[in-house]
């Protein structure tokens, strides 16, 4: 498999469920990305992982909780989620330093929080 | 802070038609990257062409160009010779770098194109 995979696809959950996203990329790059995509509004980061390190939390409630286990691997950790967290949830990746500079993206899990 | 603007939250256009996005950003820096992505319907993020900000020379991928104004801080991307396949949201981004890139977005323009 190729590119950056997202499971699972779709997620329907409880407010008071624990759930957790994947992703996997197979590009060799070094950093990884999670961004939350609501209707109207701009994709937002929520966070960077560089070389396994977290870089940027950007403001993001403690329900959501990512782990970065190595440069291939990211996660987020979901708990007592609010509805209001429904969403698409984008991974993506990149290779900072390099002449490729795009972020490549996953298909996104569609999270429901009912 | 480094923000992107897409005023247009819809357009359409012809089959086989030109149409324009527009697109203006803000930032204080001077290296940096300009983007243009399409997800379709399937939601997966595709890159359709980018711009580095110090070439002049606006980037162009086959029936994509864009208009950089590097002045005014608008990055316009124009569509020639519209297909039915181009539906889709096209998003805007700016990345820059501070130890690592960090991608923003505009809220994002829904194209349509009709047969």
């Known amino acids: 498999e190729t590119g950056v995979t997202q499971t699972p696809r779709h997620l329907v959950m409880g407010m008071t469920n624990k759930k957790s996203l994947k992703c996997e990329q197979h590009?060799?790059?070094?950093?990884m990305y999670w961004y939350k995509q609501s209707a109207k509004k701009p994709l937002e980061l929520m966070f960077v992982?560089?070389?396994?390190?977290?870089?940027e939390n950007n403001s993001v409630p403690s329900r959501f909780s990512p782990e970065c286990p190595n440069s291939s691997h990211l996660f987020l950790h979901l708990h007592t989620l609010q509805p209001e967290d429904s969403a698409l949830y984008l991974c993506?990746?990149?290779?900072?330093?390099?002449?490729?500079?795009?972020?490549?993206f996953g298909q996104g899990t569609r999270l429901t929080v009912v | 802070a480094q923000t992107v603007t897409q005023s247009q939250p819809e357009m359409s256009v012809q089959e086989a038609e030109t149409v324009t996005l527009s697109c203006t950003y803000d930032?204080?820096?001077?290296?940096?990257?300009l983007f243009w992505y399409k997800q379709p319907p399937s939601r997966q993020m595709i890159l359709v062409i980018r711009q580095e900000a110090y070439k002049q020379q606006n980037a162009t991928e086959n029936r994509f160009s864009v208009n950089f104004q590097k002045a005014a801080k608008s990055f316009s991307l124009k569509i020639s010779d519209s297909q039915l396949g181009d539906t889709a949201m096209y998003f805007c981004?700016?990345?820059?770098?501070?130890?690592?890139?960090?991608?923003?977005f505009g809220t994002g323009t829904r194209l349509k194109v009709l047969a």
């Open positions: 590009l060799g790059h070094n950093a």
């Open positions: 992982y560089n070389f396994k390190e977290q870089t």
């Open positions: 993506a990746s990149s290779q900072t330093g390099g002449k490729n500079t795009e972020a490549f």
């Open positions: 930032t204080s820096e001077s290296n940096y990257y």
């Open positions: 981004a700016f990345s820059y770098t501070s130890g690592t890139y960090k991608y923003i």
